[in-house]
């Protein structure tokens, strides 16, 4: 899957909208994450963001603004919150996104993003078959990827 560039605009309305209902102000710093976080094509970490912000000229935001508006933006539906095998969290764009699930190598880390139809629908036919309405899923299979593998030779990831 290839990651798309965020609209500003459009995801704009849906944080301004949030705050409001929230009863939070839409301030120049939280302008300027969000315009960030929608420049940014791939997982970022909330660290990584503010050294972009810094390497922008906006060094007047701290830490701990970028750390508080992360949630808001996962809360308007923006960005979701992933915790891969290594513990860290990311975020990646969710807005006008197709939900994908993710391959993470153990090896070298590399993540794979994939769509499978038949996937979903198996997740919603198992959620109707025990009277549960599931809002949201995340899966992370773990292995090892096409390069790591091949390193590997034949021992499966086991040394």
């Known amino acids: 899957m290839t990651a798309m560039k965020v609209q500003p605009k459009k995801v ?23 315009q960030e976080v929608c420049a940014m094509y791939s997982h970022f970490e909330a660290d990584e963001l503010c050294i972009r912000l810094r390497q922008r000229g906006s060094c007047r935001i701290s830490r701990a603004t970028v750390y508080r508006t992360l949630p808001l933006l996962e809360a308007s539906g923006i960005i979701r919150r992933i915790v891969f095998n290594d513990k860290h969290t990311y975020y990646e764009h969710v807005y006008k996104h197709l ?51 091949n390193l590997k030779g034949d021992s499966h990831g086991k040394e």
């Open 99 to 149: 939900h994908h699930e993710h391959l993470v190598c153990l090896s070298c880390g590399k993540v794979i993003e994939f769509y499978k139809k038949s996937f979903e629908e198996s997740l919603e036919s198992i959620a109707q078959e025990h009277a549960f309405r599931a809002v949201d899923h995340k899966l992370e299979s773990t292995g090892y990827c096409k390069d790591c593998f």
């Open 12 to 34: 704009e309305k849906l944080l301004r909208k949030h705050l409001e209902k929230s009863y939070l102000r839409y301030t120049p710093e939280r302008k300027k994450i969000l």
